[in-house]
């Protein structure tokens, strides 16, 4: 039995988890954007180490999982005095390669401003003056959806001007961009964004009164209310959906967006896939020689101890650093192999794939595969995402009883047969389950309830079209 790191059950028994192990397993488990972090603080704690162009070059004669093949007792050794000198006549012999700073594109993120500073910057531009402050206090108040929660009463008080005050303070910061903040109410909101909407019909203002009713999908209602047809209510209502309920969103701050690093990239070239580790914002780590003469003094001297002890932990965070990109590079490959279809021809060809697949494939435990795919992305042909996408479950047989079929692939299959319903008689929940079953994707009737709403397709009532 193997486990992870490549260990079987005799060595685990005799190992020891030893810092250096716990430290090679955090950095497993770190995303790009966090090893870059981590790596930032190694190098302000250990002074033995320094960044540098070109790669690390320490010589090993062996594979770079055996350290965690060993038991403890067996100390990992290096000819440190060996090292700096083939360091030396490696820099003698290699050009140095100048970077042309014009063809250099360091990654930055460009700062968006946030609702508050967009609003705030379109009133300073107004030609007002009695209810300016008043405005600023109702835009600092807004959420993040840019509406208001507090009321005209609370406003006035305050800020210590009148009701009348508040209220025209208010409307100016209705008037702003995007239309619909400064909003109480979701009605509100979708009122002031009328003026997005040309020509629009003039039932529709009177429509915004039955938004409960227009959620749920009782159209007679509210066609008897308007007295008018409910196909023309339905006409109204796709208008509505153009509208935002939440126009502040789009301005959210920067701790509100996430960006995604991917630390894999999946390059097609001629019918090929080339899989690349994307570790560019890591900084390449070398050993610092200007501790050399420490290894020259007698052994046993604190000093030299100390240097020893740097060196060791230095060189094992570049070890552990290359063993992450290694084994990153296996799991990739190994999806790679067994998604090529996918890669090749789409969402319909993912193939069910557990974590104990890619474990046996490479040789290693799944919770090895599993650290090294957590929170991590993949830029593929096909998209961005997360490394769990691939590991898809079986739900049976598909057409043919061919191969075995995907959650994703019963998504397609559910989206296709609804694209494909008569709009005036869609099909209800259990209709879906029995036409899926046709398929060879036998699912209750909550299951297929349950994939509608994460593929966001409404319910029968609110599908019906008259």
Not at 139 to 144: A, F, I, P, Y
Not at 157 to 169: M, P
Not at 339 to 351: A, D, T
Not at 409 to 414: E, M
Request: glycine share 4%; aromatic share 6%; with cysteine.
């Amino acid at each position: 039995m193997r486990l992870g790191y490549g260990l079987n059950l005799e060595q685990t028994q005799k190992l020891i988890m030893t810092p250096e192990l716990r430290q090679a397993i955090t950095i497993l488990q770190l995303s790009a954007l966090e090893l870059s972090t981590y790596v930032e603080e190694q190098l302000l704690e250990n002074p033995l180490l320094e960044t540098q162009e070109e790669s690390p070059d320490i010589k090993e004669d062996v594979e770079p999982t055996i350290e965690e093949e060993r038991p403890a007792e067996e100390k990992w050794e290096v000819d440190w005095q060996d090292y700096f000198h083939d360091q030396d006549e490696n820099r003698v012999r290699q050009e140095r390669v100048v970077v042309d700073e014009k063809q250099r594109f360091d990654p930055f993120i460009a700062a968006s401003p946030t609702l508050l500073e967009h609003l705030l910057e379109q009133l300073h531009v107004q030609k007002v003056s009695a209810s300016l402050p008043v405005a600023e206090y109702i835009v600092g108040n807004l959420n993040d959806n840019g509406c208001l929660e507090l009321t005209l009463e609370e406003i006035a008080q305050e800020t210590h001007v009148s009701i009348q005050t508040a209220e025209e303070a208010l409307a100016l910061v209705q008037t702003l961009d995007p239309l619909g903040v400064g909003a109480r109410n979701l009605e509100e909101c979708l009122r002031l964004q009328l003026p997005l909407l040309p020509n629009y019909p003039p039932e529709l203002p009177e429509l915004l009164k039955y938004l409960e009713d227009l959620a749920a999908g009782r159209l007679q209602r509210i066609a008897h209310a308007l007295k008018i047809s409910v196909s023309k209510v339905q006409e109204l209502a796709d208008l509505v959906r153009k509208l935002d309920p939440k126009p502040g969103l789009s301005y959210s701050g920067p701790g509100d967006v996430r960006y995604v690093v991917p630390d894999v990239v999946i390059e097609e070239i001629e019918g090929e896939f080339i899989i690349l580790v994307n570790d560019i914002t890591v900084p390449r780590l070398g050993i610092n020689k200007a501790y050399r003469e420490a290894l020259s003094l007698e052994e046993g001297t604190d000093t030299r101890k100390f240097v020893e002890q740097k060196l060791n932990a230095a060189a094992w965070l570049i070890r552990s650093i290359e063993q992450r990109r290694l084994t990153l590079y296996k799991v990739a490959n190994a999806i790679v192999k067994w998604q090529r279809e996918f890669l090749l021809s789409g969402i319909r060809y993912l193939k069910p794939l557990t974590l104990r697949d890619i474990a046996e494939e490479i040789g290693v435990h799944e919770s090895t595969v599993s650290r090294a795919t957590a929170h991590k992305y993949i830029q593929t042909p096909r998209g961005i995402f997360e490394f769990k996408f691939f590991f898809a479950s079986s739900m049976g047989r598909g057409h043919n009883n061919e191969s075995n079929i995907t959650t994703e692939g019963i998504k397609l299959a559910l989206r296709d047969i609804i694209s494909t319903e008569n709009p005036k008689s869609p099909y209800s929940d259990q209709k879906l389950a029995d036409l899926l079953k046709d398929r060879n994707m036998e699912i209750s009737r909550r299951t297929v309830a349950k994939y509608r709403d994460e593929l966001g397709i409404a319910a029968t009532t609110v599908r019906k079209r008259y």
